[in-house]
C-alpha cells in the first residue's frame, strides 16, 4: 500500500494563535498528535519533556508582543506549510518508485506527515501500532526556508517506514547491558545509514544538506569511523555504572554529531558500489549483522573498518 497524507492541524492552529491577539495558549495544543508523537520522541530518546520549551516559546510570543516573532512564523513555517501541501502528491510520485528501488518487493510505503512548530527536532519518524507518522518541525532553522530540504528529508523518513516492515530496533533507554547497547548502535548505523544513503541518492542538483557534506569528504568520513569504533570499545569494557554515560554519548556523538548516519551512509555506499544494489537490499530484511557482514566483504581500508567483538 502507497499512502501519504499530511497532517497540518497543529501548524495551522498555532500559526493562527500567533497572527491573532489572543495572550491566552490555544487550547489543548499539545493534545494534538503533532505533540502527543513528540513527547514519545523524547521519552525513547531519553530526552527532557519537549512541551516545556514549546510553552516557553508561545508563552514568549504571548507576553512580548508578536513582532518580532511573525516574520519567523509566518514566512518560515507558513510558506513551508503550503509547498507541502502543494506539492506533496508531486513529491510522492516521483519519491516512491526511488524507494522502492531500495527495499525489498512488495515494502509497503504508507504513512502521515505531521507538522509541528517549536519541537526540539528538526524531524523523526514514530513507527505506530496503527499509523507510521512523520513529524517535521516548520520553524527549525535547518531547512533554511527551502521547501527541496524537506522533500528530501521526507524520502529519508519514509525510507525508515519502509524498513520498520522488517525490522525493528528497541529504544536506547531499555538497554541495560553492553550487548543491548551494541545491538542498538549497529541497529542505528544501519536504519539512518540506508535512509541517509537513499536520500542522499535522490537528491536535487545543488541541494546542500550537511550529512551529505560530511559523507563527502573523506576526512570526516574517517573522523566518524573513529568515533563509533571508540564509542564500541569503550561500551565493550564498560561497568553498570557508566550506562547513563554511554546512553548520553550515543545520542551526542551517533545522533547529535551525525556519526552512524555518516559511517551508515558511506558503508551502504560501498556495499551497491562493490556487491550491487540487491545485496544492500537483502540486508534491509535480514539486519544490522547482515549489513555489516556485506561491508566487511568489501574489504574496506583499515580506517574505514568497524571491529566488533
Avoid at 73 to 94: D, E, G, W
Avoid at 209 to 222: A, I, K, M, T, W
Wanted: net charge neutral; charged share 20%.
Amino acid at each position: 500500500m502507497t499512502r501519504i497524507t499530511i497532517d497540518a492541524e497543529a501548524a495551522q492552529l498555532l500559526i493562527e494563535w500567533a497572527q491573532s491577539n489572543n495572550v491566552s495558549l490555544p487550547d489543548a495544543w499539545n493534545s494534538l498528535p503533532a505533540y502527543v508523537l513528540t513527547r514519545l520522541w523524547a521519552k525513547s530518546n531519553g530526552q527532557p519533556d519537549p512541551d516545556l520549551e514549546v510553552e516557553r516559546i508561545l508563552n514568549d510570543i504571548a507576553l512580548s508582543g508578536r513582532k518580532k516573532h511573525i516574520e519567523a512564523l509566518v514566512v518560515q513555517a507558513q510558506k513551508l506549510m503550503v509547498s507541502i501541501l502543494n506539492r506533496h502528491q508531486v513529491f510522492t510520485t516521483s519519491a516512491i518508485p526511488h524507494l522502492q528501488a531500495y527495499l525489498p518487493s512488495g515494502t509497503p510505503i504508507n504513512g502521515r506527515v505531521v507538522l509541528a512548530l517549536f519541537i526540539p527536532a528538526y524531524a523523526f519518524t514514530w513507527i505506530g501500532d496503527d499509523t507510521n507518522s512523520i513529524v517535521i518541525n516548520l520553524t527549525a532553522s535547518f531547512w533554511q526556508r527551502n521547501p527541496d530540504k524537506v522533500f528530501n528529508l521526507l524520502v529519508h523518513e519514509l525510507y525508515h517506514i519502509g524498513v520498520s516492515h522488517h525490522h525493528m530496533g528497541a529504544s536506547v533507554t531499555d538497554a541495560s547491558t553492553a550487548e543491548a547497547l551494541t545491538e542498538n548502535i549497529l541497529w542505528q548505523i544501519q536504519n539512518e545509514g540506508l535512509a541517509t544513503y537513499v536520500a542522499y541518492r535522490a537528491r536535487p542538483k545543488g541541494l546542500v544538506v550537511e550529512d551529505y557534506r560530511l559523507l563527502d569528504n573523506s576526512l570526516e568520513v574517517r573522523a566518524c569511523f573513529e568515533m563509533v569504533q571508540l564509542l564500541l570499545a569503550d561500551i565493550a569494557r564498560m561497568d553498570s555504572k557508566r550506562i547513563a554515560e554511554l546512553r548520553k554519548r550515543i545520542w551526542n556523538e551517533g545522533i547529535k554529531s551525525r556519526a552512524f548516519y555518516v559511517v551508515g551512509a558511506s558503508m551502504a555506499r560501498r556495499i551497491e558500489e562493490y556487491k550491487g544494489r540487491n545485496v544492500l537490499i537483502k540486508t534491509v530484511e535480514s539486519g544490522p549483522q547482515s549489513f555489516f557482514t556485506e561491508y566487511s566483504a568489501t574489504s574496506p581500508p583499515q580506517d574505514l573498518c568497524i571491529e566488533l567483538s
